[in-house]
């Protein structure tokens, strides 16, 4: 008999997987790390690429691949995205106004203005109006659409956990949007790889 001691330290392990979601969005899905020792990573978006899926499984035809976590959203901000902006709301049009006092209050009105100024718009979740409606569209169902991530990560050398979830930063999407939306989450999925 034999026993071997991994006498390495400060050393990294990479993890690389590809998992599919089809029924959570990627511009919902998180990606979260912590060990034995503490330490956390949060929206983790090196090397990580999210792909969208349609409700057959093909890449949507869109403008590509985002990074996962291009813009970490906090939970207070989904709350926000989710209630309704009042009478008096004014959204921005984020540098794209003709003058000065116009509202941008739809992702679409945003686009617009982008257009008329000629300039690329992706719309993500830095846009809130974008990000609001998305997020409104998901949790009623409205969207069939799914996420495949691939990519990889590197963790300590301890004992730990990686966490794939709807929301951001260890927080579950229910958990920003009220209890009553949890019936509405399907975290099924399929790991095509983990290595």
């Known amino acids: 008999d034999r026993l071997d001691v991994d006498t390495t330290r400060g050393e990294r392990l990479t993890i690389h997987f590809n998992i599919t979601f089809p029924r959570i969005a990627c511009d919902i899905l998180t ?14 978006d090196h090397n990580i690429i999210k792909t969208r899926i349609d409700e057959n499984g093909n890449q949507v035809v869109s403008l590509g691949e985002a990074k996962l976590g291009e813009d970490e959203a906090s939970v207070e901000k989904a709350k926000a995205a989710l209630a ?4 008096d709301y004014c959204g921005s049009c984020y540098g794209a106004e003709q003058s000065p006092g116009d509202c941008c209050n ?35 169902g409205n969207i069939i659409e799914g996420c495949n991530i691939d990519g990889r990560l590197q963790v300590n050398r301890l004992a730990g956990n990686f966490h794939l979830s709807p929301g951001r930063s260890f927080q579950p999407l229910h958990a920003a949007s009220g209890a009553s939306q949890t019936s509405e989450l399907d975290v099924t999925h399929t790991i095509h790889t983990m290595a």
């Open 31 to 44: 990606l979260d790390a912590v060990d034995v020792s503490g330490e956390q990573q949060v929206a983790i």
């Open 106 to 140: 739809t992702c679409e009105e945003v686009r617009a203005a982008y257009q008329r100024n000629g300039w690329a718009f992706y719309p993500n979740e830095s846009v809130e109006q974008c990000f609001r409606e998305i997020l409104q569209r998901r949790m009623r």
């Open 84 to 87: 309704t902006p009042g009478k």
